[in-house]
């Protein structure tokens, strides 16, 4: 299941080319090049230490890059600064306000701070937008850590940018907060036009909400592209629940030599395959009077995404 999105462009939002960072003789982003596309909820992926954080922090000017070039709505980024900050809302790190004020003084104070003030009506706007009506009045102290989240996407949207970079922001959330920041990320894209960039360790929720991804590794590029193309392209491991699971073994084996494992506690046979082997397979299986109640693939980026890291 993905996301539908809004309106796709051919306009490139970001173009990020040979982008290099060094600490300490360390190399933590090495010749990274990627780009986003007007539309796009454009995952950015890697494992812990892979450059995820620190790439995004040249993206909004937190760190210098040590070479290579930032260009964001065709524009370096180096010369253009101010003008490209204001076209873009960002979520770096985790949200902190005054907690002795509620949503609506909070961001006046930081609309007012960011020498970018807006209009009342704009706040209960942004308030409206990520579902924090009926909330405003309340001091941040008595907030969730999923209303603060929210609260933190009301800030980026202050100024109606067309980008948004956001960097795990369903850090910290429960379940419930995690499905309905989803929800909200990808409202922003289909009914706000908002382009959005979005780092997390939560490949399922990339999975779900981005159509186009980049998964880093050692600070280094290891894949782009399509995320539906991407994980159709391979072999995953696949979960069959069926009526007689060691009949449904012997007869999976004639179309693969990989490893096939069975659990009779809960009829279930695992078995990788390609894209194309699992029709067949289901297919066959029928064919054999086995009755198939379930085909689930195995978590298909989780396994996309360890192959490749």
């Known amino acids: 299941m993905f996301a539908i999105l809004g309106i796709?462009?051919?306009?490139?939002?970001?173009?990020?080319?040979?982008l290099y960072k060094t600490f300490s003789r360390t190399t933590v982003v090495n010749n990274l090049s990627f780009h986003v596309m007007q539309g796009d909820i454009y995952g950015f992926l890697g494992p812990n230490g892979a450059g995820k954080s620190t790439t995004l922090r040249m993206l909004v000017s937190l760190i210098k890059p040590d070479s290579g070039v930032i260009s964001i709505f065709g524009k370096d980024l180096n010369k253009n600064?101010?003008?490209?900050?204001?076209?873009?809302?960002?979520?770096?790190?985790?949200?902190?306000?005054?907690?002795?004020?509620?949503?609506i003084d909070n961001l006046k104070v930081i609309s007012n701070s960011g020498g970018l003030p807006v209009s009342r009506k704009r706040i209960h706007e942004v308030i409206e937008m990520v579902g924090l009506t009926g909330h405003e009045h309340k001091k941040v102290k008595t907030y969730s850590q999923g209303m603060k989240q929210r609260l933190?996407?009301?800030q980026a949207?202050?100024?109606?940018?067309d980008l948004l970079l956001l960097d795990e922001p369903s850090n910290g959330l429960d379940p419930q907060g995690i499905r309905e920041m989803r929800e909200l990320i990808v409202s922003l894209n289909k009914?706000?036009?908002?382009?959005?960039?979005?780092?997390?360790?939560?490949?399922?929720?990339?999975?779900?909400?981005?159509?186009?991804m980049l998964?880093?590794?050692?600070?280094?590029?290891?894949?782009?592209?399509?995320?539906?193309e991407l994980l159709n392209q391979g072999i995953y491991r696949v979960n069959f629940n069926v009526?007689?699971?060691?009949?449904?073994?012997?007869?999976?084996?004639?179309?693969?030599?990989?490893?096939?494992?069975?659990?009779?506690?809960?009829?279930?046979?695992?078995?990788?395959?390609?894209?194309?082997?699992?029709?067949?397979?289901?297919q066959l299986l029928v064919e054999h009077q086995i009755d198939v109640y379930a085909i689930k693939p195995l978590r298909a980026l989780e396994e996309y995404f360890l192959s490749l890291t």
């Open 8 to 18: 796709m462009g051919d306009q490139q939002i970001i173009e990020v080319s040979k």
């Open 191 to 212: 009914d706000h036009s908002k382009t959005i960039l979005l780092s997390s360790h939560l490949l399922y929720e990339i999975e779900l909400m981005a159509n186009r």
């Open 157 to 161: 949207l202050l100024h109606n940018p």
């Open 81 to 103: 600064r101010p003008e490209m900050m204001r076209s873009c809302g960002i979520l770096i790190e985790r949200p902190d306000f005054y907690k002795y004020l509620n949503a």
């Open 152 to 154: 933190g996407l009301a």
């Open 243 to 282: 009526s007689d699971v060691i009949k449904a073994k012997e007869l999976l084996s004639r179309i693969t030599n990989e490893p096939i494992t069975t659990d009779q506690a809960t009829q279930t046979i695992t078995a990788t395959l390609s894209n194309h082997q699992i029709p067949v397979a289901n």
């Open 215 to 228: 998964i880093i590794n050692k600070g280094a590029s290891v894949v782009e592209g399509d995320v539906f």
